[in-house]
């Protein structure tokens, strides 16, 4: 037989001994794959709003970074010097 098993025969707890209470885990396992369903199936028309929106921000971030090329371009042209 083992210490701790002593230990807890005898109802000797470590001070950093935690209770866990199986029924709120359960509960919160529940919740949590709940949670993830629900992220998971999304309709055809949300997930092509998002899909737009994607789009939409790729195209911004390509239009900035033409404007920064042409702004580097100038400043390291012949005029900078």
């Known amino acids: 037989m083992s210490t701790t098993k002593k230990d807890y025969e005898n109802k000797c707890f470590s001070p950093n001994w935690l209770e866990v209470d199986l029924e709120d ?3 919160r396992q529940v919740i949590r794959e709940e949670r993830l369903e629900s992220k998971r199936r999304k309709d055809l028309k949300t997930l ?3 899909l737009d929106e ?4 790729i195209e911004r971030v390509a239009e900035k970074q033409h404007r920064l090329a042409n702004l580097m371009g100038f400043y390291s042209g ?3 010097q």
Do not use: P, T, Y
């Not at 994607?54 to 921000?57: D, T, V």
């Open 78 to 80: 012949e005029f900078a």
């Open 54 to 57: 994607i789009k939409q921000n």
């Open 48 to 50: 092509l709003k998002e």
């Open 25 to 27: 885990v359960a509960r």
